[in-house]
């Protein structure tokens, strides 16, 4: 029988270790797990069938660090640089469902979100 000492040190550093992890890993899961959630909220929109809680793909948030980068506008009549451009007129959108009455597309841009169709951002390119 193989015994194992484990000495005062050992103990309370395997201890500091269990319970960093017992306490870290809750928030961490539920941060991950829930943001989808917060944001759909923040957005005032509930989950509806075919939504983000049905397994669909969440809309992109105006809010959202890359759109803002990007300059992305929800209608782009709002955005005087558009010129009249918009995603579906863009190379980089695809068309996917209806969303909110309004047509809407995955975009290279914003990876596991969709757009609208009315929708334009300054990464705009000709469809070809």
Avoid: H
């Amino acid at each position: 029988m193989i015994e194992t000492k484990m000495n005062r040190r050992g103990f309370f550093t395997t201890l500091a270790k269990i319970t960093g992890v017992a306490v870290v890993a809750p928030t961490a899961l539920n941060a991950v797990f829930s943001s989808s959630a917060q944001a759909q909220k923040k957005r005032g929109a509930a989950p509806a069938a075919g939504g983000a809680a049905a397994g669909g793909m969440p809309l992109v948030d105006p809010n959202d660090s890359v759109a803002k980068a990007v300059k992305y506008v929800e209608d782009y009549k709002k955005a005087p640089e558009a010129k009249g451009n918009n995603c579906t007129t863009c190379g980089f959108y695809a068309k996917k469902e209806s969303r909110n009455g309004k047509e809407a597309g995955t975009c290279t841009i914003f990876a596991g979100k969709l757009v609208y169709g009315d929708a334009w951002c300054a990464s705009w390119n000709k469809k070809a």
